[in-house]
């Protein structure tokens, strides 16, 4: 039989290879090797990434009968978009939106170029650069300066590095540092002033996140467990500092003498002066399914854990690592964001399904692995997924407006919420006709714009991703539409 379809005697050796292999890393790997071999035309596909223009090798696909008829449906999600666009066109012209610019194709098709971003506080403007792909050797990424009241973008003469993950400018316009990933680990330091690279610091892994102290005179590097503690003035590696646990961010706070670095749900404080590790602390997490499914596994993972491992060490130690381990196993709310106001004496929090707000005379009190009690919690809408499942909104980004006392936070739904802390007033800062969430968001040093990065939305069957795009949007104005006191 497989003669028959088959007469090749190679290929019917290649197929018995393919089919007796286990080095198939997808299996979806095997099936296309397999509709090769056979020469099947139309063999594999999944009908959403098809009707999501993913027809690459699909022969005669305009005579295909579609049942049932999806033309009514499309044509209704393209009024819809036409009606989006029309929107935030007007948008622009009533000059809420001052500036909106999608990523551009990089030099690998799955993925479009994001917007990494600084405020410069001293000259009240963006410091803007676009990644290229994450894949393959780094290229170079232009610099741009952004004026934020008009949006006109003018060279700064700068390249970094194309993996370029984050950014900073020092307060005093001094510098710039690029924290870069994708296997270009390091960290740039650029001289604004002279225009120019001046020093690489080698890092071991992606870097995460990168501050200035006050002075703008020293800068911190993030790279998983390690904080490198660079000298600007002697332009070397001055300290490094380790962390409990492999992080995601971390935030100065106003007082300039600490450092909140967050892994997951534990937050840890660095005393900067005496370059220590103080303490970790957590946010319990509301009871619920998730909570309940944590502590009931929590006991069987890390026996499990200890099974696999290779006895190493003293009892000592062993119960050290235990310890360790039960750390990642805490009923803790997951932190993905942090903020703090002007003065410092609060910490916001951006969780799974709100902003947490803890009082920093408390976490100064409280001792090493407490848990946090928060002073006031925000909560955030949960998003409807195309499906109609119901999914937590992550708070990813959430600035503080200071002088209006004003948390502003924002999610996977795709707009901005505010809650005034004076009268716990809570609604829609601004709700764009096109939902995006966004990634990052801040508020200018005049509080005229907010600027953020609003990214592809979440998918429930398509692999296509939409770019993200660079938004600046004028504060003011939005502050007038919801009544809110500017």
């Known amino acids: 039989m497989l003669q028959k379809i088959l007469p090749d005697a190679a290929r019917r050796r290649e197929l018995k290879t393919l089919l007796d292999s286990d080095r198939c890393t997808?299996?979806?790997?095997?099936?296309?090797?397999?509709?090769?071999?056979?020469?099947?035309?139309?063999?594999?596909?999944?009908?959403?990434?098809?009707?999501?223009?993913?027809?690459?090798?699909?022969?005669?696909?305009?005579?295909?009968?579609?049942?049932?008829?999806?033309?009514a449906e499309k044509n209704a999600k393209r009024a819809a978009k036409l009606k989006a666009k029309t929107e935030m066109a007007q948008l622009v012209k009533d000059g809420c939106l001052i500036l909106n610019v999608a990523g551009g194709k990089t030099d690998h098709r799955i993925f479009s170029s994001q917007p990494i971003w600084c405020i410069a506080q001293c000259t009240n403007e963006v410091l803007l650069a676009w990644t290229g792909s994450p894949m393959g050797v780094a290229g170079l990424a232009n610099v741009m300066r952004v004026n934020i009241q008009t949006g006109k973008m003018d060279e700064t003469g700068l390249q970094a590095s194309s993996h370029i993950h984050c950014m900073a400018a020092s307060p005093d316009g001094a510098w710039l540092a690029v924290g870069c990933a994708c296997g270009d680990w390091k960290t740039e330091i650029f001289d604004l002033k002279a225009g120019k690279l001046v020093r690489e610091i080698p890092q071991l892994r992606a870097v995460s996140e990168v501050c200035f102290n006050r002075t703008g005179r020293t800068l911190y590097s993030l790279s998983e467990s390690?904080?490198?503690?660079?000298?600007?003035?002697?332009?070397?590696?001055?300290?490094?500092?380790?962390?409990?646990?492999?992080?995601?961010?971390?935030?100065?706070?106003?007082?300039?003498?600490?450092?909140?670095?967050?892994?997951?749900?534990?937050?840890?404080?660095?005393?900067?002066?005496?370059?220590?590790?103080?303490?970790?602390?957590?946010?319990?997490?509301?009871?619920?399914?998730?909570?309940?499914?944590?502590?009931?596994?929590?006991?069987?993972?890390?026996?499990?854990?200890?099974?696999?491992?290779?006895?190493?060490?003293?009892?000592?130690?062993?119960?050290?690592?235990?310890?360790?381990?039960?750390?990642?196993?805490?009923?803790k709310q997951p932190v993905h964001s942090l903020s703090f106001g002007s003065l410092g004496n609060c910490l916001f929090c951006g969780g799974r399904d709100g902003v947490y707000v803890i009082l920093w005379d408390k976490i100064l009190a409280a001792s090493d692995m407490d848990a946090m009690k928060p002073q006031a919690y925000i909560p955030a809408e949960q998003i409807v997924r195309e499906d109609a499942t119901s999914n937590n909104n992550l708070i990813y980004a959430m600035p503080?407006?200071?002088?209006?006392?004003?948390?502003?936070?924002?999610?996977?739904?795709?707009?901005?919420r505010f809650?005034?802390?004076?009268?716990?007033?809570?609604?829609?800062?601004?709700?764009?006709?096109?939902?995006?969430?966004?990634?990052?968001?801040?508020?200018?040093?005049?509080?005229?714009?907010?600027?953020?990065t609003a990214i592809s939305p979440p998918q429930v069957r398509s692999n296509k991703r939409e770019p993200a795009y660079f938004q600046i949007w004028n504060y003011k104005v939005l502050c007038q539409a919801a009544n809110l006191s500017w």
């Open 226 to 331: 390690t904080i490198t503690v660079i000298d600007l003035n002697a332009g070397e590696v001055a300290a490094k500092i380790s962390l409990p646990e492999v992080s995601q961010t971390m935030l100065l706070h106003p007082s300039g003498e600490y450092l909140v670095a967050v892994c997951q749900g534990l937050f840890t404080l660095v005393h900067l002066p005496t370059q220590k590790v103080l303490k970790s602390l957590w946010i319990e997490q509301a009871p619920g399914p998730m909570r309940d499914l944590m502590e009931r596994v929590k006991a069987q993972k890390i026996d499990e854990k200890f099974l696999n491992m290779v006895p190493a060490g003293s009892a000592e130690e062993l119960e050290k690592r235990r310890r360790q381990m039960e750390r990642h196993f805490l009923p």
């Open 419 to 452: 809650m005034n802390l004076p009268d716990e007033r809570l609604g829609d800062l601004l709700s764009p006709p096109v939902k995006r969430p966004f990634a990052s968001l801040q508020l200018s040093p005049d509080r005229l714009a907010l600027i953020g």
């Open 26 to 71: 997808f299996e979806i790997e095997r099936l296309e090797k397999f509709v090769e071999l056979l020469g099947l035309p139309n063999g594999i596909g999944s009908y959403e990434y098809l009707q999501d223009g993913e027809r690459g090798g699909i022969q005669r696909w305009k005579d295909f009968v579609h049942i049932p008829d999806l033309t």
């Open 400 to 416: 503080i407006d200071s002088s209006a006392k004003r948390v502003l936070f924002a999610g996977l739904e795709g707009k901005v």
